[in-house]
């Protein structure tokens, strides 16, 4: 990112904290996921609901899937934290909000956020603004991913210690990265102690998914490459689990969308569900 550009948060990181504030405010509880953090963070104009990609309607299924995959990797962190698991690694973590919303549980681990240096200088800013800080146990760990750094040699100088198990997430990412890139990441992690843990979503090809989710896909396929950054990966389930275990993985699993959506939206009255456009992959060492 060029330095004459003034640090600020990745569009997609932006929607996201957006449409999860959105949750909170034009859905019904019980709430799948609650964070307004990253509106705290933002502090956008009081029209941001006006906003194309805000329309309460339009954008429903995808805030659903959104707030359900955020629930998803916090549960599996909680449950890793309580089997002793002491390191947490978020790959492209945007306006995250782990750290701020759960210093109870973050505060006994160490929580490494990977991102681009630009829009991390921002968040960190922003933090230390509106009084959360950075505590010692959260570390921020800028990558130039365009200049060719590697975010493991990152991580390392950042203190994380490979040999000792992690839970590492990965979420909205895998579509922006080539199928080496991905095979890559897969490699390194599972190439860490024994005991460590990665949660992936991947997106399906398009026309695997269901005829309803097609239209905003396809939408959204068009806005991304647009705005420079192209969908460039789509894989079936069976194709992602076959990479993950040739990298090196002992235990690999495929979680549908099905199942988020009976965890997390079964016996709602007002409608809400999510799309079924992007799936998680799980897989440990």
């Not at 405010?25 to 964070?35: K, L, N, R, S, T």
């Amino acid at each position: 990112m060029p330095n004459s550009k003034a640090p600020s948060p990745d569009s997609t990181a932006e929607r996201t904290a957006l449409w999860r504030a959105l949750h909170l405010q034009a859905d019904a509880p019980p709430h799948v996921f609650e964070d307004d953090i990253g509106l705290r963070l933002l502090a956008p104009p009081d029209s941001w609901h006006e906003r194309p990609d805000m329309d309460p309607i339009f954008t429903r299924t995808f805030r659903a899937s959104m707030v359900a995959r955020a629930r998803f990797v916090e549960d599996l962190v909680l449950e890793q934290a309580a089997q002793g698991v002491a390191q947490y690694v978020i790959l492209g973590a945007g306006l995250d909000s782990f750290a701020q919303r759960r210093p109870d549980i973050a505060s006994r681990m160490r929580v490494f956020e990977v991102d681009q240096p630009a829009p991390q200088e921002w968040k960190r800013r922003r933090l230390v603004e509106l009084g959360y800080g950075v505590p010692e146990w959260l570390q921020l760990v800028p990558v130039d991913f365009e200049a060719g750094a590697s975010a493991w040699q990152a991580l390392a100088e950042a203190g994380f210690d490979a040999t000792r198990p992690a839970f590492v997430a990965s979420t909205g990412v895998s579509m922006y990265l080539t199928r080496d890139a991905t095979l890559a990441t897969f490699r390194q992690v599972a190439a860490l102690a024994p005991g460590s843990t990665l949660a992936m979503t991947f997106m399906l090809p398009v026309e695997q998914m269901a005829p309803d989710v097609r239209p905003g896909i396809e939408m959204a396929v068009k806005g991304a490459r647009a705005s420079g950054t192209p969908f460039i990966s789509f894989y079936a389930p069976a194709q992602i689990m076959a990479m993950a275990r040739e990298a090196g993985f002992r235990d690999v699993r495929h979680v549908a969308p099905a199942v988020l959506a009976q965890r997390y939206f079964a016996g709602r009255t007002d409608g809400l569900s999510l799309s079924s456009a992007e799936e998680f992959l799980i897989a440990g060492t």
